[in-house]
């Protein structure tokens, strides 16, 4: 299966869970400033939100746990097919991975559909090479594939999704915990400027393998977008920074 060149114009997208499951005028963004508009994470199955407490500040952003609530695929795909297609630019489809042939299904629905650049699947953390290898396989179509990686695993497999047939990896927001009182931890991704050194580092690590990324993690300036493309980076997908703009 051949891969697909990937290209942006301009380089600049939503990350994966920040914006909902298709654009909207209601989110008051101006759509010209992004090369494409990429999905909340979708599963083949509804998933129920997080129970309990799901954010938590801390200095330099914030803590976030969310359970990538969703009405599964078929739903998905009814309620918002069309928009989709509407859209004023191109729509990257967002999959939650867990079992190779639900991949495949999901993404053979998808082929042949209007407007649709992309599909991005979301590898679960914690995953090994040789599974990592087998979703990313089962995922290929006709469409070009971004393998998002667990940001702690990216360096050991991004080479591998890319054998495997991505086109290029984008990494997840990264994990982390933090106390929540009476001997209680809070588990989720975080969030905020304080997230970005980690993120360059990491987007140049991977740009000098010569692995195509699409780089994000804490961007809120327009300096920083300009240095991760500077860097190498194919695109840079922006998320908690979007939400004090709609």
Do not use: C
């Amino acid at each position: 299966m051949p891969k697909y060149d990937l290209s942006f114009h301009p380089p600049v997208m939503n990350a994966a869970g920040s914006l909902g499951f298709a654009p909207s005028g209601r989110l008051g963004l101006d759509w010209s400033r992004f090369g494409a508009f990429v999905t909340n994470p979708i599963s083949l199955g509804p998933r129920s939100p997080a129970h309990g407490q799901r954010f938590m500040p801390y200095p330099g952003g914030f803590l976030l746990h969310t359970g990538y609530h969703n009405p599964g695929f078929k739903a998905a795909l009814k309620r918002y097919a069309a928009a989709w297609r509407r859209a004023p630019l191109p729509v990257i489809v967002h999959l939650l991975a867990q079992q190779p042939d639900e991949l495949a299904y999901m993404v053979s629905r998808l082929e042949g559909r209007e407007n649709l650049l992309a599909v991005e699947v979301g590898l679960p953390p914690g995953v090994d090479a040789a599974s990592a290898r087998l979703l990313v396989a089962a995922a290929l179509g006709e469409m070009a594939l971004i393998a998002r990686l667990p940001r702690e695993q990216a360096l050991e497999l991004a080479p591998v999704a890319l054998q495997a047939g991505a086109a290029a990896v984008s990494l997840e927001a990264q994990r982390g915990t933090l106390p929540a009182g009476e001997g209680l931890v809070m588990e989720g991704r975080l969030y905020g400027p304080a997230v970005f050194p980690q993120a360059f580092s990491l987007t140049r690590q991977l740009i000098q393998a010569e692995i195509p990324v699409i780089a994000a993690g804490g961007v809120y300036r327009e300096a920083e977008v300009e240095a991760l493309l500077a860097a190498g980076a194919l695109g840079v997908q922006m998320d908690a920074s979007l939400w004090r703009e709609g």
